[in-house]
């Protein structure tokens, strides 16, 4: 015998509120640095201790190289979007020998402009995809990095995609 329920508006509103606290419990929030996301679910935080302010997250996979990180940094000066985000770029390429620009433009992440950086280098040997989100705002920029093997870029790209949608600022 199969038993049948029925779902009043309220008991659906009440279970679409439930699974929504349950969704939002993966999210990350930095007080300190005045915001919080949603990491991609099932990638786990890990403490770099050679970088105080850098936060990290690796994918399920870690043979893919795919992580997430942030890292908040003071402005030694105030700049607009446009010059941060050429000093940022130059920065990759003394960074890396063979840094190679794929794409740069301005987007909007919810009512923030930021500026969004696309490129390949070669990190221990090995062939990396990034995407690199930076939104500057007060005397701060926040610089949100997507890495990964070259060959497993797309597979994870959209949960970094994901993770940026879900940015809130706390104040």
């Known amino acids: 015998m199969i038993k049948r329920y029925r779902w009043s508006k309220m008991g659906v ?14 999210e990350h929030t930095d007080k300190k640095a005045g915001f919080a996301f949603t990491p991609p679910k099932q990638w786990k935080r890990l403490n770099v201790q050679e970088y105080e302010n850098l936060v990290f997250f ?3 996979n870690p043979k893919t190289g795919a992580n997430i990180n942030y890292i908040v940094e003071p402005l030694a000066k105030k700049m607009n979007l446009n010059t941060y985000s050429q000093s940022a770029m130059k ?5 890396f020998e063979d840094y190679k620009r794929i794409s740069y433009r301005e987007v909007t992440i919810g009512s923030m402009k930021a500026g969004e950086h696309v490129y390949t280098a070669t ?12 939104f500057l705002r007060g005397n701060r920029s926040y610089i949100f990095t997507f890495t990964s093997l070259a060959n497993s870029y797309n597979q994870y ?7 940026l949608r879900s940015v809130r600022w706390l104040k």
């Open 91 to 95: 920065g990759l390429e003394q960074m």
């Open 157 to 163: 790209v959209g949960d970094f995609d994901r993770s």
């Open 13 to 26: 509103i009440a279970a679409v509120m439930a699974l929504s606290v349950a969704a939002m419990a993966g």
């Open 123 to 134: 990190s221990n040997g090995m062939k990396m995809k990034g995407k690199q989100i930076w």
């Open 58 to 60: 690796m994918a399920p």
